[in-house]
């Protein structure tokens, strides 16, 4: 499975966020998403998820060789600030997720089941979501990708909340549904990217650029990346 992004471009205005994007992203690969506060990462997750409407270009996605056009469904997207109906419980709303979603998920797959991989407790199950901490409320938004399984993941900065423990089990959750989904993950935590991403890439002007697999886990990793995101001409294209 590859998702290959084609000259997309967004602009507000007069201002050209996405000045012709190209990558391409494989199965299997847990990809970090780097770049300075406003350079377009969210934009770009918003063209690809079909908030926002591109002005240019094209996404593809090949699945076991048949390529056609991205389609909303194709993508989950985990926001960083997460949007969950707040009147309901934890196990109400994922209860009625499942029931709406029942073509697309594993019939055997019990709520109980899923619940259990997040470690969520029975008594935060049945509370309000209005009352949940920011982590538990990603957690819940993650459990929505495990019951559909999109293809493709988008992940807005969604590590940054948990405490150390959960973060340890969302990472491990994360390399584990790397075998079957495109995992883009946004983030400014350099440490976070090394440690859980298999590959990087950075936006800067508008472009999307691979940064040299080698520097991953070299010592000087954090100041090349520093140096990368000043200067995108030392990162080599895709
Ligand atoms: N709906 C909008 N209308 C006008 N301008 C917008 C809109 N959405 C984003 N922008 C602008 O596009 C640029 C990119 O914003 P975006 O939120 O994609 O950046 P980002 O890389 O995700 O930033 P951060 O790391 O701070 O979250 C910014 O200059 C922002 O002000």
């Known amino acids: 499975m590859q998702l290959t992004l084609d000259n997309i471009i967004k602009k507000f205005g007069d201002k050209e966020v996405l000045q012709g994007v190209e990558f391409r992203f494989q199965k299997g690969k847990i990809y970090g998403l780097l770049g300075r506060n406003g350079v377009g990462k969210t934009t770009l997750f918003n063209c690809l998820s079909g908030e926002t409407k591109m002005d240019g270009g094209q996404a593809h996605l090949e699945v076991n060789g048949v390529v056609r056009e991205l389609r909303e469904e194709d993508v989950g997207y985990v926001y960083s600030l997460p949007i969950l109906p707040e009147f309901l419980t934890g196990y109400e709303f994922i209860k009625f997720f499942m029931d709406i979603n029942q073509d697309k998920r594993q019939p055997a797959t019990s709520i109980d089941t899923y619940f259990e991989i997040l470690s969520m407790a029975k008594d935060d199950q049945h509370r309000l979501i209005k009352s949940y901490s920011h982590g538990m409320k990603n957690k819940i938004q993650m459990l929505l990708l495990l019951i559909t399984k999109p293809p493709i993941i988008l992940l807005d900065e969604p590590l940054t909340s948990f ?38 890439v950075v936006l800067n002007n508008g472009r999307l650029s691979a940064v040299p697999a080698e520097l991953l886990h070299s010592p000087e990793f954090e100041q090349r990346i520093i140096h990368l995101l000043k200067d995108d001409h030392h990162a080599e294209n895709a």
């Open 163 to 200: 405490d150390v423990i959960v973060a340890l089990e969302m990472k491990n959750m994360l390399r584990e549904m790397k075998r079957d989904h495109i995992l883009i993950f946004s983030t400014h935590i350099l440490q976070l990217a090394s440690d859980l991403c298999d590959e990087l």
